[in-house]
């Protein structure tokens, strides 16, 4: 599924808005709150115009460092898969589905993620 071609099914219940397009930054991250059966979560929103997913969200939780760090790392392709480094000790994770690139043994929780018109929608 693209960012773009999101289609929320009939039973969307633990689908929510999370922002608009307008509060995202291109080909960088943000990161937001987000409500989930487990209670509140941050998440890390990436944005990617142009590529055919534009759209991704991962835990903003660092293992490593064990900080909430990840929206504020530095986005870049490793053997062709979008991945963020960690601003602090520079892991790298797969913004498709969060896996450490240097650990094998870690990996961050992604969520379903996409546009409905210019907002942000996320599967909570």
């Not at 480094?85 to 996409?114: N, T």
Request: glycine residues 8%; negative net charge; aromatic residues 12%.
């Amino acid at each position: 599924m693209t960012a773009t071609a999101l289609k929320l099914s009939n039973h969307n219940d633990t689908w929510q808005p999370l922002c608009t397009r307008a509060d995202l930054v291109a080909f960088s991250g943000v990161a937001a709150w987000l409500s989930t059966p487990e209670g509140p979560a941050q998440v890390a929103l990436f944005y990617l115009p142009g590529h055919a997913q534009e759209l991704y969200a991962l835990d903003h939780f660092d293992p490593f460092s064990k900080a909430y760090v990840i929206a504020r790392g530095i986005v870049g392709d490793i053997k062709g898969s979008p991945a963020v480094a960690s601003p602090i000790y520079k892991q790298h994770f797969r913004l498709e589905d969060g896996q450490c690139l240097e650990d094998d043994s870690q990996q961050l929780r992604v969520w379903r993620v996409g546009f409905k018109g210019d907002e942000v929608w996320i599967e909570g």
